[in-house]
């Protein structure tokens, strides 16, 4: 039985300011962690959207043992929520043991109790930090293990793959790397986003991504002479370079410019020291599931979980929930 002294020095409570370095380095050092963990990522949702944090440490004296970023959502698509996170594909708790683990999810769900959330949502990268049981399968993610044999990397794509990036290669394509003017970025992503039905994200938050995360985003451009014709926005983080954001301009399908802009980030990522690249999130069955899949990669299940706080059922947030169909249909159409 723990002490009286080991009790009081073992707690959950709510991140501090003077919690961010060593919570950054945890997150760092853990190997489920992610840049969606990184102070960061809270800095960014906070400035860009003004959704209230609501980070949990557990705590053995002056030091972490776990960490559970949340943030309080409140609005009329999806009611109230605390998410881990918002607008991240992963998140969920990061912790030293399932002990610890335990000890934020019930923090995490007290808290919810006394918000009177509807629901808390955690979207786990890996099966292994789950808490409870993973009852959400809507996403998939997938990877790549690269290395710096450019010769390799094209001889092992799947055939039809592979003719579609030599066609890229042979048009008059150049890129630019370390973008600092997101403009160009954020007018090809939106107009993308608009035409799929999905609201774009405000400039602002790309800026403040920029601002935050300094050298670990990279936005790049690809160019057909000078028109901006693909875009995308990656992280860079530890060993992995993962694509976030990526659009490319329709009118161009034919040359192939999102392929050539994928081919370039796996070579690059290479031959610049990292060993896996991730593709990131995708519903089953969509475009970008497709074009994914078809990259050698490996594919795996996204465990997110839902805990039910004020609701009976799980949420539905579907494009074929009749709820949001009206309102995809009418955003796409807009000037």
């Given at each position: 039985?723990?002490?009286?002294?080991?009790?009081?020095?073992?707690?959950?409570?709510?991140?501090?300011?003077?919690?961010?370095?060593?919570?950054?380095?945890?997150?760092?050092?853990?190997?489920?962690?992610?840049?969606?963990?990184?102070?960061?990522?809270?800095?960014?949702?906070?400035?860009?959207?003004?959704?209230?944090?609501?980070?949990?440490?557990?705590?053995?004296?002056?030091?972490?043992?776990?960490?559970?970023p949340l943030f309080y959502v409140r609005n009329p698509v999806i009611g109230k929520a605390l998410i881990s996170t918002p607008f991240a594909v992963y998140g969920g708790v990061l912790a030293e043991s399932p002990a610890v683990a335990r000890r934020l999810y019930e923090r995490a769900k007290r808290l919810g109790t006394k918000l009177s959330v509807d629901y808390i949502e955690l979207r786990n990268a890996f099966a292994e930090q789950c808490v409870g049981e993973p009852n959400v399968s809507r996403y998939v993610t997938f990877v790549q293990q690269v290395g710096p044999d450019e010769e390799s990397l094209l001889a092992e794509l799947p055939k039809k793959t592979r003719n579609t990036v030599r066609k890229s290669l042979k048009q008059p394509f150049t890129i630019e790397y370390r973008v600092t003017d997101p403009a160009n970025f954020d007018r090809v992503h939106s107009r993308n986003m608009r035409r799929l039905g999905t609201p774009s994200f405000p400039r602002k938050y790309f800026e403040r991504l920029q601002?935050?995360?300094?050298?670990?985003?990279d936005i790049r451009e690809v160019r057909l002479g000078c028109e901006v014709v693909a875009v995308s926005l990656s992280f860079l983080f530890r060993d992995q370079m993962h694509t976030y954001h990526a659009a490319a301009d329709t009118r161009y399908n034919a040359m192939a410019p999102n392929t050539f802009l994928y081919y370039d980030h796996l070579r690059w990522a290479g031959q610049n020291g990292y060993k896996l690249f991730d593709f990131g999130r995708s519903k089953r069955d969509t475009g970008p599931f497709e074009f994914k899949k078809h990259w050698n990669t490996s594919m795996r299940e996204l465990p997110y979980e839902i805990v039910l706080i004020r609701r009976k059922a799980l949420p539905n947030f579907s494009p074929a929930n009749p709820r949001f169909r009206l309102a995809i249909r009418m955003w796409s159409r807009l000037p």
């Open positions: 039985m723990a002490s009286a002294g080991t009790a009081r020095a073992r707690c959950v409570r709510r991140l501090r300011s003077a919690d961010f370095q060593a919570w950054d380095e945890f997150a760092l050092k853990h190997r489920y962690g992610s840049p969606f963990h990184l102070i960061s990522w809270k800095k960014t949702i906070e400035e860009t959207f003004r959704y209230r944090p609501a980070y949990l440490a557990a705590m053995e004296g002056d030091r972490i043992q776990g960490i559970l601002a935050n995360f300094g050298h670990m985003v």
